[in-house]
């Protein structure tokens, strides 16, 4: 089978900071993206979960080419990204789209929903100004927005209907990726699920693979197949979803699926949770060895691994055939149940 | 005896748009050491009803008219600004959503905590700083007497969540409103911030309002519940009853609409159609009537009253057709009611 439409090889990005004056060094430079690989198959659709600066957006604005990547390999359909030129870019940009967390900031408020629309079909084809008007008009359609609201501007609409627009751009050169960064997070419970069923729509009418950014693993469970949860730069776990929800492997995803809040009182009253202590450390002084050490509610004392000491890879599961998880813990069960099948566990 | 009581709430903002009434006629009470839970949308009222009843909404362009607002037996609704500033932050306070914005920049989290002190209690600097160390100890901060000297920037914001806290209970105060107190937070630090606050309603006996678009947070704290739309109480019941068989359309399209960890991921959402109406513009009959799957002829045009249902325990909701949806409950869940 031919190579995926997203691969994702070690992805690293570094910012620096703390420094004092144009021409000083910097202190030190934070990991913002640390070693993140993953794919994605056309028409399938990957979820980033992870909590605030663990990387997740970094990550989509690298893929898409808004910021350089420190090292690392990003392949779209077969074309290395990293280090491409803007001449290089021009062609791919049409074939990969975003889609923003904010949908009062990410329209212009001087521009008409008909002029949003037209603009990409402007600068990347080589439509009609006739056509280009039917085009947008049908985008409008697709997105469950009136066409005759093609003169409207941004503030005339709630933030749902900005969010349709939003999606309606992204559409609009019928591209083959769509980064979807948070693109629900903003907007109310009532038309969450709307513009969820939306975007479900949509990936299956046009056949888009999605990259989601999300911090909601309940929101990322209706829309992704595969699912990677990020925890300081790095990726702790990554699993299909249903093996993922079922049974999650690192101790960060199963804290993270525990602490979200059920919306019934029976069993979240009933419910053992995992609460975390302390914060996420911070990214330019990250713990050293496993970076959720410090606030990892498996970690044993008795037995002798090297959390604090050794950085874990990403490794396979024993019973799994989908997950893999950077877990000491993990890693010597299976390797326990590989080796020497009934040792006690 | 209620320790707040609020009755027929109203609060309009005259704006160039026109009048926007963000709430209309809400009354509720809440007894000590209750949770109760205030969930709607953006723009449904529930943060307003919390500032009006500390007198907090700007006026002009804000217009607050009530009935009656009765504090641990004293109706506050008529005090001046100056005696209410003795209730607020002492024997009432607040915790606001974004810690980010609601704490000075400048000034040391020290500063912020003991003017609290001096200006209820009256006492020393020195002496508040003891008092201050301990409350941020009592919410979970490690190395207290440090954190005293630290300015809001140095710290995270769940850290700076829980010197909200600290402040908003610094007082033992009768009643705290929690106006969306983990939405700016990650969710194992929101499970952290809840926790907090479950206990040190336990400890105090604290009354605590608690406002939230998430339904989740409510399911695990609220005693009782009451769902706002577009300015109006529109379902009022005890949490467990409620989640189990809302007698709200409302209610029931948001309980079905929330994508969960347990339904199959597999199958659309259902969602409530349309988009929430235009506070200055509102539909004559019942504000949710555009997006209303049970709605008849006369929701069009006559606003449904807040009315209790028989047979339910003093649960209220505001739908002509709560028989309707009441009796559909009882039939599915198979229970025999009285009616």
Same mark, same amino acid.
Request: with cysteine; charged share 25%; proline share 7%.
């Given at each position: 089978?031919?190579?995926?439409?997203?691969?994702?090889?070690?992805?690293?990005?570094?910012?620096?900071?703390?420094?004092?004056?144009?021409?000083?060094?910097?202190?030190?430079?934070?990991?913002?993206?640390?070693?993140?690989?993953?794919?994605?198959?056309?028409?399938?659709?990957?979820?980033?979960?992870?909590?605030?600066?663990?990387?997740?957006?970094?990550?989509?604005?690298?893929?898409?080419?808004?910021?350089?990547?420190?090292?690392?390999?990003?392949?779209?359909?077969? !074309?290395?990204?990293?280090?491409?030129?803007?001449?290089?870019?021009?062609?791919?940009?049409?074939?990969?789209?975003?889609?923003?967390?904010?949908?009062?900031?990410?329209?212009?408020?001087?521009?008409?929903?008909?002029?949003?629309?037209?603009?990409?079909?402007?600068?990347?084809?080589?439509?009609?100004?006739?056509?280009?008007?039917?085009?947008?008009?049908?985008?409008?359609?697709?997105?469950?927005?009136?066409?005759?609201?093609?003169?409207?501007?941004?503030?005339?609409?709630?933030?749902?209907?900005?969010?349709?627009?939003?999606?309606?751009?992204?559409?609009?050169?019928?591209?083959?990726?769509?980064?979807?960064?948070?693109?629900?997070?903003?907007?109310?419970?009532?038309?969450?699920?709307?513009?969820?069923?939306?975007?479900?729509?949509?990936?299956?009418?046009?056949?888009?693979?999605?990259?989601?950014?999300?911090?909601?693993?309940?929101?990322?469970?209706?829309?992704?197949?595969?699912?990677?949860?990020?925890?300081?730069?790095? !990726?702790?776990?990554?699993?299909?979803?249903?093996?993922?929800?079922?049974?999650?492997?690192?101790?960060?995803?199963?804290?993270?699926?525990?602490?979200?809040?059920?919306?019934?009182?029976?069993?979240?009253?009933?419910?053992?949770?995992?609460?975390?202590?302390?914060?996420?450390?911070?990214?330019?002084?990250?713990?050293?060895?496993?970076?959720?050490?410090?606030?990892?509610?498996?970690?044993?004392?008795?037995?002798?691994?090297?959390?604090?000491?050794?950085?874990?890879?990403?490794?396979?599961?024993?019973?799994?055939?989908?997950?893999?998880?950077?877990?000491?813990?993990?890693?010597?069960?299976?390797?326990?149940?590989?080796?020497?099948?009934?040792?006690?566990? | 005896?209620?320790?707040?009581?609020?009755?027929?709430?109203?609060?309009?903002?005259?704006?160039?748009?026109?009048?926007?009434?963000?709430?209309?006629?809400?009354?509720?009470?809440?007894?000590?050491?209750?949770?109760?839970?205030?969930?709607?949308?953006?723009?449904?009222?529930?943060?307003?009803?919390?500032?009006?009843?500390?007198?907090?909404?700007?006026?002009?362009?804000?217009?607050?008219?009530?009935?009656?607002?009765?504090?641990?037996?004293?109706?506050?609704?008529?005090?001046?600004?100056?005696?209410?500033?003795?209730?607020?932050?002492?024997?009432?306070?607040?915790?606001?959503?974004?810690?980010?914005?609601?704490?000075?920049?400048?000034?040391?989290?020290?500063?912020?905590?003991?003017?609290?002190?001096?200006?209820?209690?009256?006492?020393?600097?020195?002496?508040?700083?003891?008092?201050?160390?301990?409350?941020?100890?009592?919410?979970?901060?490690?190395?207290?007497?440090?954190?005293?000297?630290?300015?809001?920037?140095?710290?995270?914001?769940?850290?700076?969540?829980?010197?909200?806290?600290?402040?908003?209970?610094?007082?033992?105060?009768?009643?705290?409103?929690?106006?969306?107190?983990?939405?700016?937070?990650?969710?194992?630090?929101?499970?952290?911030?809840?926790?907090?606050?479950?206990?040190?309603?336990?400890?105090?006996?604290?009354?605590?309002?608690?406002?939230?678009?998430?339904?989740?947070?409510?399911?695990?704290?609220?005693?009782?519940?009451?769902?706002?739309?577009?300015?109006?109480?529109?379902?009022?019941?005890?949490? /467990?009853?409620?989640?189990?068989?809302? /007698?709200?359309?409302?209610?029931?399209?948001?309980?079905?609409?929330?994508?969960?960890?347990?339904?199959?991921?597999?199958?659309?959402?259902?969602?409530?159609?349309?988009?929430?109406?235009?506070?200055?513009?509102?539909?004559?009959?019942?504000?949710?009537?555009?997006?209303?799957?049970?709605?008849?002829?006369?929701?069009?045009?006559?606003?449904?009253?807040?009315?209790?249902?028989?047979?339910?325990?003093?649960?209220?909701?505001?739908?002509?057709?709560?028989?309707?949806?009441?009796?559909?409950?009882?039939?599915?869940?198979?229970?025999?009611?009285?009616?």
């Amino acid at each position: 089978m031919s190579e995926p439409l997203l691969v994702v090889r070690d992805l690293v990005k570094k910012f620096p900071y703390g420094s004092k004056g144009l021409f000083s060094k910097p202190e030190g430079h934070l990991h913002a993206v640390d070693g993140v690989s993953f794919e994605l198959e056309r028409g399938r659709s990957l979820g980033l979960v992870g909590e605030s600066g663990c990387g997740k957006s970094t990550t989509a604005r690298c893929v898409i080419g808004l910021q350089p990547a420190t090292s690392g390999s990003i392949r779209f359909d077969g !074309v290395e990204l990293t280090g491409l030129r803007s001449e290089g870019w021009k062609p791919l940009r049409r074939r990969m789209q975003m889609i923003f967390q904010d949908p009062y900031a990410s329209l212009n408020p001087r521009m008409t929903v008909g002029s949003i629309l037209s603009e990409p079909l402007e600068l990347h084809t080589t439509k009609k100004p006739r056509d280009r008007r039917l085009k947008t008009l049908e985008l409008l359609d697709a997105v469950g927005l009136n066409p005759r609201h093609i003169n409207r501007y941004p503030h005339e609409f709630s933030g749902g209907q900005r969010q349709r627009v939003g999606i309606a751009r992204a559409l609009a050169l019928e591209p083959e990726l769509i980064i979807c960064d948070e693109p629900v997070s903003a907007l109310d419970v009532s038309i969450q699920s709307q513009v969820l069923n939306l975007l479900k729509d949509l990936q299956q009418r046009f056949d888009l693979a999605y990259l989601f950014i999300a911090h909601d693993l309940a929101v990322v469970r209706h829309l992704c197949d595969r699912i990677a949860v990020m925890y300081l730069g790095r !990726v702790a776990e990554i699993a299909d979803r249903d093996e993922l929800y079922a049974r999650p492997q690192h101790p960060y995803t199963r804290a993270l699926l525990s602490a979200i809040p059920v919306p019934d009182p029976v069993l979240e009253r009933a419910r053992r949770r995992i609460v975390l202590t302390g914060d996420v450390p911070s990214p330019t002084h990250p713990p050293t060895g496993c970076t959720f050490h410090p606030r990892c509610q498996e970690m044993t004392k008795e037995v002798e691994l090297p959390c604090t000491t050794i950085v874990p890879h990403l490794e396979e599961v024993a019973d799994s055939t989908t997950c893999r998880t950077a877990c000491h813990l993990r890693a010597r069960e299976s390797a326990g149940t590989g080796a020497a099948a009934g040792t006690s566990r | 005896m209620a320790v707040l009581d609020v009755r027929h709430l109203n609060v309009r903002f005259e704006t160039h748009q026109g009048t926007v009434e963000a709430v209309r006629d809400v009354s509720f009470s809440i007894e000590e050491g209750e949770t109760l839970g205030i969930v709607g949308e953006s723009g449904s009222g529930k943060s307003v009803t919390s500032l009006a009843i500390m007198g907090l909404v700007p006026s002009p362009p804000g217009v607050v008219t009530a009935e009656s607002i009765h504090f641990e037996g004293e109706d506050i609704s008529k005090l001046s600004q100056k005696q209410l500033r003795r209730i607020r932050g002492g024997r009432m306070s607040m915790i606001f959503q974004d810690p980010m914005t609601s704490l000075n920049p400048l000034i040391t989290v020290e500063r912020q905590l003991s003017e609290v002190l001096e200006t209820h209690e009256g006492i020393t600097r020195r002496a508040a700083r003891t008092r201050c160390a301990k409350a941020l100890g009592d919410v979970g901060i490690p190395s207290p007497e440090e954190r005293l000297d630290a300015y809001p920037h140095e710290l995270s914001g769940g850290m700076r969540q829980r010197v909200m806290i600290a402040m908003g209970l610094l007082c033992n105060p009768k009643v705290l409103i929690a106006d969306e107190p983990t939405t700016a937070l990650d969710v194992t630090i929101q499970a952290q911030i809840l926790e907090l606050m479950q206990r040190l309603q336990k400890d105090h006996g604290t009354a605590i309002i608690l406002i939230t678009h998430d339904l989740g947070v409510v399911a695990g704290m609220s005693d009782k519940v009451q769902v706002m739309y577009a300015g109006r109480v529109v379902e009022r019941a005890a949490a /467990l009853p409620l989640f189990q068989r809302p /007698l709200h359309p409302y209610t029931e399209g948001l309980l079905t609409s929330i994508p969960t960890l347990t339904g199959d991921p597999n199958e659309r959402l259902s969602s409530i159609d349309g988009q929430p109406p235009d506070l200055a513009h509102l539909p004559p009959g019942c504000s949710f009537e555009p997006r209303c799957a049970w709605r008849v002829d006369r929701c069009t045009t006559e606003a449904p009253e807040l009315g209790e249902l028989d047979g339910f325990g003093g649960r209220a909701s505001a739908c002509h057709e709560r028989a309707r949806l009441a009796a559909r409950g009882t039939i599915a869940s198979g229970e025999e009611e009285t009616r």
